[in-house]
């Protein structure tokens, strides 16, 4: 499978009205996998567990096996040890995959008697097809599977990790499904995460309508429904930067060819569960100023409630748009002191300003900036159909609708969408 250019689209929450997009497909069913990822029963997403090193390997890197680094393990959260962990999966291939479940230190506390368990053709923890997966546990719906259970000895977070014999390559499950039920017996959904999910279609080109809720570290839910992308095999990560973290915004925004990225935010099938996850706030700008030292430079002064970002663009060239001449600067702000950006008197392409000049300053304070660079995507649309693209809602706190950005800028005719 040839190596695909990687695109990373970004978020902003701006002070905009938001439209929610509300799903209502298996309204009655109970589960958190398959449902989630496959709301039909022909396109398969499937969950591709992985030896392959190193986690930028153009082959899409590891996957909840004893190899993978916390960030690429498959975890689920429990609030107390009264709830219980039920659980079943289908293969795809005759291999012996076993499964351990670990709590966060890598103690095995599941199975009791530490010897891995093999994943089953039949009987409790084989999901027998996709009504099964989406309807969930039979302990909550007789149209579903008979699971597994896990007892967690106390809340926290533990990861499933599978092996097989070869210790290398990938296999795939078909049908999953990680339900978690509190001690009244109620399902809890948004439990299930990972930091840097691997799926593969089952068709080359079949389109893929899951939807997926980044967390982000300021504690702000986003919602992407992927609406029809057609991936074949990809990952999916988010994060505040881009493709890489290496202080220049600018740069780390941009497209590149093959895998590099870094996955930062945990990544749920559901809106995470606000007794687990709470909901985060969005902050305000108390105000911003500028300072002419005289000396070429200028500084922008500026005063915000909540650590975020601050996106300027210094409009240098007076017709609408961004200009080459135009000047953006990004930089962290933060709360309780000041945050000041300075301009170097330089315009975009290197020139310096005459004195004088007057200059329109734009200045975009961001909470919730979420990244997400795709991998190895082979078509954005399925037999020529035109893909409308992602569909993206800020889920909580209340707010504005994301806008969404790209800059692919680094790629032979590539575009740039920053407005």
């Known amino acids: 499978m040839p190596e695909i250019l990687r695109r990373p689209f970004l978020w902003k929450i701006f002070n905009f009205l938001i439209t929610l997009i509300i799903t209502s497909y298996l309204k009655f069913s109970y589960a958190e996998g398959t449902r989630e990822l496959q709301p039909n029963s022909t396109q398969i997403p499937q969950l591709t567990l992985s030896y392959e090193m190193p986690v930028t390997s153009n082959t899409g890197g590891p996957f909840a096996t004893p190899v993978a680094p916390p960030e690429y393990r498959l975890w689920v959260s429990v609030a107390a040890p009264t709830e219980a962990v039920h659980f079943g ?47 969930g546990p039979k302990v909550l719906n007789p149209a579903g599977y008979e699971s597994q259970v896990f007892n967690p000895p106390y809340a926290g977070n533990f990861y499933f990790e599978f092996s097989w014999a070869s210790a290398s390559g990938t296999q795939d499950l078909r049908y999953y499904d990680i339900t978690v039920i509190d001690g009244s017996g109620i399902e809890r959904r948004g439990r299930v995460w990972s930091k840097n999910w691997r799926i593969l279609m089952s068709n080359n ?40 973290n290496t202080g220049n915004f600018l740069i780390d925004r941009k497209s590149v060819t093959g895998n590099h990225t870094y996955p930062a935010y945990k990544i749920f099938l559901n809106n995470p569960d606000v007794t687990l996850f709470p909901t985060g706030t969005l902050g305000g700008v108390d105000s911003v100023k500028t300072v002419n030292t005289c000396d070429g430079e200028l500084s922008v002064i500026m005063y915000v409630n909540k650590k975020g970002v601050a996106d300027i663009v210094l409009q240098i060239n007076p017709l609408p748009g961004v200009q080459p001449e135009d000047v953006n600067l990004t930089d962290s702000v933060y709360n309780g002191d000041s945050t000041v950006i300075t301009w170097n008197g330089l315009d975009g392409l290197g020139n310096p300003v005459p004195s004088g000049t007057n200059i329109q300053i734009e200045v975009t304070y961001v909470n919730g900036l979420t990244h997400l660079p795709l991998y190895d995507v082979e078509y954005s649309q399925q037999g020529g159909n035109n893909w409308q693209g992602f569909i993206v809602d800020l889920v909580r706190p209340a707010g504005p609708k994301p806008k969404v950005f790209w800059d692919d800028s680094n790629l032979p005719g590539g575009t740039v969408n920053l407005t």
């Open 89 to 135: 999966f289908q293969k795809t291939s005759t291999t012996n995959i076993q499964l351990v479940i670990k709590d966060s230190t890598g103690v095995v506390v599941w199975p009791s008697s530490g010897t891995p368990w093999s994943l089953p053709t039949s009987g409790a923890g084989y999901i027998g097809s996709w009504t099964q997966a989406v309807n």
């Open 205 to 244: 080109n079949y389109p893929f309508y899951g939807q997926m809720f980044p967390y982000t570290n300021d504690r702000i839910v986003t919602q992407i429904n992927f609406n029809g992308m057609a991936p074949a095999r990809f990952t999916v990560a988010c994060n505040p930067t881009g493709v890489s």
